[in-house]
């Protein structure tokens, strides 16, 4: 099955700095999206973007679909943003592969 | 709009006991999916249903059987409980395509923590 590779696994943030993670897959795809797992478990949409880019807020997406590579940029960031942030693909079918997630830890 | 919703959201099991999750969606998809997250990893997809009356196999089954005789409704049973099950549910929905080819994003719902003593 399809490779999802996430990284770093692990970032620590001071409230107010800018962070880039990523996100690499094996195989072309044709849905990606991007999820936040707040401190309560509850998974959060943040953005689905199989090609280009995409901005919400201080959030932004950018998946090059040629290089198999998506990244999320997270910029003056707050507290409420820690947890685990999640890409997850699917190549020609319907069943979502996850990585296994950067953990964001943003400290005030 | 309710979105996905699962019951219940907490349980605790003993070895071979049997129960049922129900996941209910209030989006008319068409699709719609049973994940476990287990500490430290991401999803990874048990089931799934492309429509009323039918299901799949996802990449971890095993022990698990789904019914989907409702389009809004997809139902996750454990016949006979292992600690190994011991996890987070969660199920998703999401629309068919026009296509029918493409993907359309997946919603989910808040999870089911089940342990299995």
């Known amino acids: 099955g399809i490779q999802v590779e996430q990284s770093p696994p692990d970032l620590i943030l001071q409230e107010g700095a800018n962070s880039t993670l990523r996100c690499n897959f094996s195989d072309s795809v044709n849905n990606l999206q991007w999820f936040h797992q707040n401190p309560w478990g509850q998974l959060i949409n943040l953005f689905y973007?199989?090609?280009g880019t995409k901005q919400n807020g201080r959030l932004s997406a950018t998946t090059v679909a040629t290089e198999r590579y998506s990244l999320l940029y997270i910029s003056s960031s707050q507290t409420t943003d820690s947890g685990v942030y999640f890409c997850a693909v699917a190549p020609n079918d319907y069943k979502l592969s996850f990585g296994a997630g950067t953990t964001v830890t943003v400290r005030a | 709009n309710a979105g996905v919703t699962q019951t219940p959201k907490f349980r605790v099991l003993k070895t071979g006991q049997s129960m049922t999750l129900l996941c209910a969606q209030d989006m008319n998809h068409e699709y719609m999916y049973w994940y476990r997250q287990d500490p430290g990893m991401g999803l990874r997809l048990i089931h799934y249903?492309?429509?009323?009356?039918?299901?799949a196999k996802g990449e971890v089954p095993d022990g698990y059987n789904v019914s989907r005789l409702k389009k809004q409704n997809f139902l996750l049973g454990l016949e006979s409980a292992a600690p190994s099950q011991t996890s987070v549910y969660f199920c998703?929905?999401?629309?068919?395509?026009?296509?029918?080819?493409?993907?359309?994003?997946?919603?989910f719902g808040d999870g089911t923590r089940l342990s299995i003593l």
């Open positions: 973007i199989p090609s």
């Open positions: 249903s492309v429509g009323e009356g039918t299901t």
């Open positions: 998703a929905s999401s629309h068919q395509a026009r296509d029918r080819v493409s993907n359309q994003p997946q919603h």
